[in-house]
């Protein structure tokens, strides 16, 4: 994995389809210094005004290995919606345990539980229009799993091991269900940790394409769309800021819609169709390019044609018809 001072930080590394640690990015930051000085949380409730969030409440013996249960049916934590102050209460009260229980805050839009915060602690992204999130708990393990948009994700406070996976390894990682997740995301049934590989076979071979990053107090990874990535949090308090976004308008749907229609739609054609609609997504979908609808005059391609606000809101419009007939 690149590994780049902080001010190599460019529109050709955040386009970039590879993974890039930017050492020092966020040294400067205040929240950065009073981290390193053990100050954070003091730091954080200096913005905090009130604001509820959503956490996770494992017990000591999950190990910070936030998960699903024996027979995937549920989960191995309770979800809860709290007070960010009572939620830094907690990880003060347990950050001298052996066996802490498992507490973490994930995936908090920054402007809305900690106002303010921002203005001395952000990142220039050239203009980019993206959601800035905080994340904080104590010794946590999060599942392997992807995100649609681009991310850059920032150490504020304790350390964290990213290990990263191309898209390419996704029949190497064993993916569990894909619309009952702990938080949204599809995730990775291995146990990092202890790898059943006896279950697993084949994660010896997405071991081999992995790319492993430590990241201390300021630094940075930037984390292209649709890597894997699986998370550790390595101190008994830790934070992480992180912003996402999207190289496709905002108009565009998540592709995961048209996987999950496809699976309804295609998957279970008798072979021979869901060859020929295999052939039907490449010419119109992956293979698309100016020569595929040219011969159609320009004003008759309809969604052949480039899409915009305007055609994507009829198209939507079209298809809620047709799935609710």
Aim: hydrophobic letters at 45%; a negative charge.
């Amino acid at each position: 994995m690149r590994e780049l001072p902080a001010q190599a930080l460019s529109d050709a590394v955040l386009t970039g389809a590879e993974p890039v640690v930017l050492r020092g990015l966020a040294a400067h930051w205040p929240v950065v210094r009073a981290a390193r000085e053990g100050q954070a949380d003091a730091y954080l409730r200096r913005f905090y005004r009130d604001a509820t969030v959503n956490a996770m409440l494992g017990a000591p013996d999950i190990e910070g290995r936030f998960f699903y249960n024996d027979d995937l049916s549920g989960f191995n934590f309770a979800p809860v919606r709290v007070r960010l102050d009572a939620v830094l209460d907690e990880l003060r009260g347990h950050a001298a345990d052996a066996r802490p229980p498992a507490i973490y805050v994930g995936s908090t839009t920054i402007d809305t539980c900690l106002p303010g915060f921002r203005a001395a602690n952000d990142v220039d992204l050239g203009g980019r229009d993206a959601l800035a999130s905080i994340w904080i708990g104590n010794r946590t393990r999060i599942a392997a799993h992807y995100d649609l948009p681009d991310n850059l994700a920032c150490v504020v406070a304790g350390r964290r091991r990213f290990t990263l996976f191309p898209p390419d390894q996704l029949p190497n990682l064993y993916i569990g269900p894909l619309d009952f997740t702990p938080a949204g995301q599809a995730i990775s049934l291995v146990d990092f940790a202890k790898p059943d590989l006896a279950r697993f076979p084949r994660f010896e071979t997405a071991m081999r394409h992995a790319l492993v990053a430590e990241l201390e107090p300021g630094d940075a990874l930037f984390i292209p769309s649709m890597w894997w990535h699986h998370v550790e949090a390595l101190e008994s308090f830790n934070i992480l800021v992180n912003y996402w976004w999207r190289q496709s308008p905002d108009f565009m749907d998540t592709p995961m819609n048209a996987l999950m229609l496809a699976l309804m739609c295609v998957r279970d054609l008798p072979p021979a169709q869901r060859a020929a609609w295999e052939g039907l997504f490449r010419h119109f979908v992956f293979d698309a390019d100016e020569t595929t609808s040219a011969h159609i005059p320009p004003a008759a391609r309809r969604v052949l044609a480039p899409l915009d606000a305007d055609g994507a809101r009829a198209l939507r419009a079209q298809l809620l018809k047709r799935m609710n007939r």
